[in-house]
């Protein structure tokens, strides 16, 4: 497995929380779980994302400017993940909130995909890919 295939398997599961996340209702304990779960795994991918992964990447004059970006997005939600933990779950404006959190990670995620993944392609060696994947899902089992 190399990095891209690790981080890409982490994005199909904040994908589906996501979505199972933005049709729940109200103050009820569902919410409650998968709002958890996907805070959790937001969490804990950005800080394995941002070592092994952009990190790795800030040094090399083509990859600066979009490792920071990614970054920078990775702000934007943990903003949006605190907006949702300071709105009662039974408020209009939370389900809101939480459709723009899927909106603001979904960009991110196809960004990603399909911009950064080729480009950070060119700049790591096969070995690199593969020792970054080790390091990222050791993080990722360790901290989730």
Same mark, same amino acid.
């Not at 404006?93 to 960009?107: G, N, P, Q, S, Y």
């Not at 020792?131 to 050791?138: E, T």
């Given at each position: ?10 994005? /199909?599961?904040? #994908?589906? =929380? =996501? ?5 729940? @209702?109200? /103050?009820?304990?569902? #919410?409650?779980?998968?709002?958890? *779960?996907?805070?959790?795994? =937001? ?7 941002? #070592? ?14 979009? *490792? #920071?970006?990614?970054?920078? &997005?990775?702000?934007?939600? /943990? ?12 408020? @209009? *404006? ?5 459709? /723009?959190?899927?909106?603001?990670? %979904?960009?991110?995620?196809?960004? %990603? &995909? ?15 890919? +593969? ?9 990722? +089992?360790?901290?989730?």
């Amino acid at each position: 497995m190399n990095i891209f295939e690790a981080i890409r398997d982490d994005h /199909d599961t904040q #994908r589906d =929380l =996501l979505g199972k996340l933005v049709k729940t @209702s109200g /103050d009820t304990k569902n #919410r409650d779980e998968i709002f958890k *779960a996907v805070k959790n795994q =937001l969490q804990v991918h950005a800080d394995a994302e941002e #070592r092994y992964f952009y990190k790795p990447l800030i040094s090399n004059d083509m990859m600066q400017e979009h *490792a #920071r970006h990614g970054i920078a &997005e990775h702000h934007e939600i /943990d903003e949006l993940i605190e907006q949702l933990e300071n709105t009662d779950y039974d408020s @209009s *404006a939370w389900l809101k909130i939480a459709k /723009d959190l899927k909106h603001k990670v %979904e960009h991110h995620l196809e960004e %990603e &995909e399909h911009t950064f993944f080729q480009l950070a392609g060119k700049v790591f060696s096969q070995t690199q890919k +593969t020792d970054l994947a080790k390091s990222y899902k050791k993080h990722m +089992t360790s901290n989730l």
